[in-house]
């Protein structure tokens, strides 16, 4: 069973929102950081937003501040993402990941075993 499952994606113009949401199979995961990676074609993947396991404590790629907002709801287990004035940059498959990594090391994709099968973000001119 996959542990983590994305949904909320889709295709939208630019400046357009999305809120994706990332379920997570098992309560352990709340103890667990966790993080919103992506992936556009021909590219590797990148990190973009990270959550503590608290939820205290957040971290966003450049490209992402001010425009991103992560949060969670461990009483539900789930996690999102706000997206705000998407940009054709954005498109690109986002994935949601969790993991123990210390703090300093949140945007290593290597240190996240759990991670969902990714979900379709498109934005369009």
């Known amino acids: 069973q996959v542990p983590l499952a994305e949904s909320g994606g889709g295709l939208v113009q630019v400046g357009a929102s999305l809120n994706l949401s990332c379920v997570a199979s098992?309560?352990?995961?709340?103890?667990?950081?966790m993080a919103w990676f992506r992936q556009a074609p021909g590219k590797d993947r990148e990190f973009v937003a990270a959550?503590?396991?608290?939820?205290?404590?957040?971290y966003y790629a450049d490209f992402g501040k001010g425009r991103f907002t992560i949060s969670r709801d461990n009483a539900n287990i789930i996690m999102y993402l706000q997206m705000n004035s998407l940009e054709p940059e954005d498109t690109a498959v986002y994935s949601c990941?969790?993991?123990?990594?210390?703090?300093?090391?949140?945007?290593?994709?290597?240190?996240?075993?759990?991670w969902g099968q990714g979900t379709q973000v498109t934005v369009t001119v």
């Open positions: 990941a969790a993991g123990n990594p210390s703090w300093s090391k949140v945007d290593w994709r290597d240190e996240y075993p759990y």
């Open positions: 098992t309560r352990a995961l709340n103890l667990a950081h």
């Open positions: 959550i503590s396991s608290s939820g205290r404590l957040t």
